[in-house]
Every structure is written in C-alpha cells, then in structure tokens.
Nanobody
Framework: HVQLVESGGGSVQAGGSLRLSCAGS????????MGWYRQYPGKQREGVAM???????SYTDSVKGRFTISRDNSGSTLYLEMNNLKPEDTAMYYC???????????????????????WGQGTQVTVS
C-alpha cells in the first residue's frame, strides 16, 4: 500500500534552514506529482510547493526564492529545502502524492489539496 513518510522537521531560529524529506513506497513514484503542504492550527492545509512528474516545480508566492522542492525518482524521495525561515513558516508540513495523469489535467493542483489522494503523517517545523 502507499506510504509517505516525512522527516527533517524541527525547531530553528528565524533566518535558519531546514531540509524536509518524504520517502515514498507502494506506488510508481515517477508517474506521480509530489507536493508539500502545511497546516496552521485551526486552518486548512495550504500548498507550499509541488513538482510534476517531469521535475517542473511550482511554489506559493510566500516561499518563492526561499524554498526549493526537488525529487529523486531513483530513491522515491521528495525534498523541500527551506532557507531564510520566518516565524510565519511555523506549521505542520505534509507530503502529498497523486498520479500525474489524474491531477495535471485538472489544473491548479497546488491550491487544491482535495485533489491529492495520498498524504504523509506530517512533520512539525517551528521557527522562533
């Protein structure tokens, strides 16, 4: 069955960096779009970054120039390099996956968390 396991969260000071990882298994990784979402307490999940099956990334405006999403298809692992972290980046971060053939034709996947079928358990990022 599909599994997504995030790691790399933690506590850092403002201006610091973290690298999140998401190990995938149980599905054909190279045929899936992958995404990172975050959720603030009491709020809905919001898209942070996604990368399509060809490696094309997209970002929400608030993280452009600070975060970098990448994928390693050979290792079925997704990454999110986060630099110049700000207190407002404090949230639970989730990894998501969905077949590219399903999600890409629908458009706007980064801003539509309900389109994604598979989710990890989350990793907490705290910036003080």
């Amino acid at each position: 069955h599909v599994q997504l396991v995030e790691s790399g969260g933690g506590s850092v000071q403002a201006g610091g960096s973290l690298r999140l990882s998401c190990a995938g298994s149980g599905f054909t990784y190279s045929r899936h779009c992958m995404g990172w979402y975050r959720q603030y307490p009491g709020k809905q999940r919001e898209g942070v970054a996604m990368i399509d099956e060809n490696g094309m990334p997209s970002y929400t405006d608030s993280v452009k120039g600070r975060f970098t999403i990448s994928r390693d298809n050979s290792g079925s692992t997704l990454y999110l390099e986060m630099n110049n972290l700000k207190p407002e980046d404090t949230a639970m971060y989730y990894c998501a996956a969905e077949k590219a053939s399903v999600i890409m034709p629908l458009g706007g996947a980064l801003y539509r968390p309900t389109l994604w079928g598979y989710w990890g358990q989350g990793t907490q990022v705290t910036v003080s």
